[in-house]
């Protein structure tokens, strides 16, 4: 073979590697494994906790009637059903009492016994009132009741109403047909709240 020749050979060698190598560098190698994107989906939504519907705390005197109205003023992403009953809650009594006259209240006795007040439902503030919570002991202690009309305080009833996207048809929830997400439930929580005749808003997670 010619010396010619062998340069010829050797560089034709070369252009093939380099052919090689550009294609090589043009079709990278993917190395990711797939992933069912449905069953990740479907695996969220099953895993999120839902919400039946709510247990709100209405100011006293609310009627059914009043409760419709407000709650026709928001998103409640289903339908619902309502039941209005004092005994839903469990909690029954509260006093409210203006911020700047609290600690007047207070030193006057308010907190001087622990049986009048309801450990599992602490006060707590709406506008320029404070709520407090009072059991049935104290309405008919007669000590509570001086200090109450010393301060020009009326014992009130609270108002629960359950709001149930639940149907007693069936055991059963689905998301989007009688339950909604957690995130929607927070929304619909914190506007419910905003309005001055809801005190609390509690909303009934399934269990599970």
Known sequence: ????????????????????????????????????????????SVNEPQVAGFLVQFENGTTEPEVKAILENYNMILSYNIDCNSDNGGYKYYIKVDKDNMPDVVKDGLK????????????FTKGDYIIYPVTEQAIHDKYFLDILKRHNLQVKT???CLISYRDNSTNCYNLGKNCITEKDAIRITNELETNEKVWTVMPDYIDG
Request: a negative charge; aromatic letters at 8%.
């Open 112 to 123: 001087n016994d622990e049986n009048w007040t309801d450990p599992v439902l602490p006060s």
């Open 1 to 44: 073979m010619t010396k010619n020749n062998k340069i010829t050979v050797v560089l034709g060698v070369f252009m093939v590697l380099i052919v090689l190598l550009v294609l090589f560098i043009k079709t990278p190698i993917d190395l990711k494994i797939p992933v069912d994107t449905k069953e990740s989906v479907d695996n969220m």
């Open 158 to 160: 609270f108002v629960w």
